[in-house]
């Protein structure tokens, strides 16, 4: 007799649960390149939160402006926006979990979908962002994905993220074969769509 109301008190129970991470299907390169309405390498020039909306709807958006140093897909002008849910104004910080942070200097290649129009405009939210970083020791520019790990494989990309990565900088893909991966997938979709 007592399990009769013990269903019903669980999903009760499961509706009270505040839930509090997004799950995101980690997507393959091919899917990043295709899903993406603009890709470019840019430099980061300003970032800066507002507040927005007003009573239940008031919330933080941070509006990040790049350089554009080079379109890769699409045309982005010489100066783009892209806006994310979250950020910091005054000593109140509302966080978005996995969405990543810029700051003044950053270089960038992004991965943008739907800017404007989604919470993180970018493809798969920290995925379709890629960090130019200097490498000290070689002087080489070198590749890190969303969560600050080296890019070695980006064929791997969405099926195991651990091969796709690596510690050692001399295995790290350049921004120069980032772009040239993404033309080469450009011209393969065109080739397929013009047969």
């Known amino acids: 007799m007592k ?13 009270f649960v505040r839930v509090s991470a997004t799950i995101v299907v980690p997507p393959t390169f091919e899917q990043l390149v295709q899903q993406a309405e603009l890709i470019f390498q840019g430099t980061v020039t300003d970032v800066r939160s507002v507040w927005e909306g007003e009573g239940a709807q008031r919330h933080i958006d941070t509006y990040i402006r790049f350089q554009i140093d080079e379109n890769v897909k699409g045309n982005a002008t010489s100066s783009y926006t892209i806006r994310v849910l979250g950020g910091t104004v005054g000593d109140e910080t509302m966080e978005v979990t996995d969405s990543p942070k810029f700051k003044v200097g950053d270089r960038e290649i992004l991965f943008v979908e739907h800017n404007n129009e989604q919470f993180v405009p ?24 969303g969560d600050g790990e ?20 001399r295995q790290a893909i350049s921004p120069d074969d980032l772009k040239s991966s993404i033309h080469q997938q450009l011209g393969d979709r065109s080739n397929l769509s013009a047969k």
Request: charged residues 20%.
């Open 150 to 169: 080296l890019v070695r494989d980006l064929s791997q990309l969405g099926h195991n993220e651990e091969a796709a990565t690596t510690d050692d900088v």
């Open 3 to 15: 399990t009769k109301y013990l269903l019903p008190l669980t999903l009760i129970a499961i509706g």
């Open 122 to 145: 970018l493809v798969g939210i920290n995925h379709g962002h890629f960090h130019v970083q200097r490498d000290e020791q070689t002087g080489r520019d070198i590749m890190m994905n």
